[in-house]
């Protein structure tokens, strides 16, 4: 099991960044949550094989269609064991 932190900036709120976020953590089976930040950032926790992990980046390295992703920072992180993947508001 690998776990992930993520944090993309750019223009990734009011595009569906984190629904997209939560539809392709489902889609790979992943588990963990998706939630703006204050900052206009979107902050991303993701838990699952290391494989789905590294689809899951290449992902969040563009977003969804309307997003414009300018920064992308991913550091590996202790498991924390969640169930599903969830929006946190």
């Known amino acids: 099991m ?5 944090r993309v900036t750019g223009k990734v ?3 569906f960044f984190r629904a997209s976020t939560k ?6 089976g992943l588990s963990g949550f998706v939630r703006n ?7 991303i926790e993701a838990e699952g094989s290391e494989e789905m992990i590294l689809s899951f980046e290449q992902w969040c390295r563009k977003g ?7 920064t992308f920072v991913i550091e590996q992180s202790t498991p924390k064991g969640y169930v599903g993947f969830k929006i946190a508001r």
Not at 23 to 28: C, N, P, Q, V
Not at 64 to 70: E, L
């Open 64 to 70: 969804p269609s309307r997003a414009r992703v300018v």
């Open 2 to 6: 690998k776990s992930v932190t993520i």
């Open 23 to 28: 539809d392709e953590a489902d889609r790979l």
């Open 37 to 43: 930040e204050p900052d206009g950032s979107v902050y």
């Open 13 to 15: 709120q009011g595009v």
